[in-house]
């Protein structure tokens, strides 16, 4: 499986980019939010990969953040909804918005996202409400202003998450994790998860 693709971009577009990395050329399917970061065409790239087989194709979905791909990830989870709905969701909103309108039920700002009606939206809140990491500005009512998670610590926060720990109990582990001096990823990761158990 490809997970991350690093090379020069060739195109792009606002749903797509070709990425020639060993003198191959990917096509890359992006949210808009990816696409309004990516330099210009000649620059270096590097994207985060979902690779999504299907008995008749192999396709390929890039993010620029951890964040992106996370949600694009738990999106497609949801019955009904393919990748190529989970990349307009995330090309509708910016993640943190996203985020927020999932965790507080806003149905009514889901369904402005074209292609998404109101059963889907519904589906969307009750299967990931309670699976996201609260939104940054939700984080610090939460914590009480405490400093927002770096990127490795959100990539810890992901993997435990993945694993099936709750949002709040995995954040609180990374966090006291954190405390411990661990300044990479497996270290962190390993200290995290038994004290999440």
Known sequence: MIAH???????????QAIVEAGGVGYEVTIPISTYAALPEAGGEVRLRIHTHVREDAL?????L?????????????ISGIGPK???????????AELIAAIRAGAVDRLVRIPGVGKKTAE???????????????????ATGGRAPLS?????????LMNLGCAPAAAETAVRQAKLGGAADFEPLFRRALDLVR
């Open 85 to 95: 709905l989970a990349i307009t969701v995330l090309s509708g909103l910016a993640v």
């Open 65 to 77: 953040t951890q964040d992106e791909k996370f949600l694009f990830e738990r999106l497609i989870s």
């Open 123 to 141: 589906r969307i809140v009750l299967e990931l409400r309670e699976k996201l990491p609260a939104a940054p500005a939700e984080a610090a009512a």
């Open 5 to 15: 693709l690093r090379g020069t971009l060739l195109e792009k577009h606002p749903n």
């Open 151 to 159: 990127t490795l610590d959100q990539d810890v926060l992901s993997a």
């Open 59 to 63: 396709a390929l979905f890039g993010f």
